[in-house]
């Protein structure tokens, strides 16, 4: 037979492990069968996580968490439900997508933390839109004021000037710009609608 005879028709090995049998004496905490059972499986079981989670570290680190978990559960296993190799890899898939959802949702909790974070800690929309209206009111109820006490208020209140500079400022005694601070800041107050 030519040498590539060979290669078209490989030599049949030596029968493979019964999983059924390997299982079994797993179950009954056999470390020798579990041994045999691992090297029959975990190949298979190490591309399935792989076909699912993608990353090669986060693969190895589950298909030996389905190993572990075969090994803890071996007992549960039923022969007429399934064949061996399909409970593991049942068992594999599970594993795996479950790593992927746990993934996911932390990837959204993350998310949402970051969106709380950004997140003002007062509703900056209704600030803005209570500082336009009392400036609005503020500007009304100025203009209620007389000239004089508009000046004075206006002078003293918004351009930060003493007592002393409004007065030099309108040309008035002190006192009269005293008195005429006095009546507008009240004239404001009642207008809007503080209390004393």
Not at 3 to 11: C, E, F, N, Q, T
Not at 35 to 55: E, I, K
Not at 90 to 117: C, I, K, M
Not at 122 to 127: L, N
Request: glycine share 6%.
């Amino acid at each position: 037979m030519a040498p590539a005879d060979l290669r078209s028709h490989p030599r049949p090995g030596p029968a493979g492990p019964d999983l059924q049998e390997l299982l079994g004496m797993v179950a009954r905490g056999d470390q020798e069968a579990f041994s045999r059972l691992y090297d029959a499986v975990s190949g298979p079981v190490l591309g399935l996580v792989r076909s699912v989670l993608r990353d090669p570290a986060q693969s190895e680190e589950v298909a030996q968490e389905v190993l572990v978990e075969v090994w803890r559960t071996a007992a549960r296993y039923r022969p007429d439900r399934g064949g061996a190799m399909a409970w593991v890899l049942t068992l594999a898939h599970r594993r795996a997508v479950d790593r992927v959802r746990a993934a996911q949702a932390a990837a959204d909790r993350e998310q949402r933390a970051a969106l709380l974070n950004r997140t003002p800690a007062f509703d900056e929309v209704t600030e803005q839109v209570e500082a336009r209206l009392e400036r609005e009111q503020v500007r009304r109820c100025i203009r209620t004021l007389t000239e004089l006490q508009r000046q004075s208020v206006t002078l003293a209140y918004y351009r930060g000037l003493t007592y002393r500079e409004v007065a030099e400022l309108l040309s008035l005694p002190l006192g009269t710009v005293k008195t005429r601070l006095r009546d507008g800041l009240i004239r404001l107050r009642d207008c809007l609608g503080v209390s004393a």
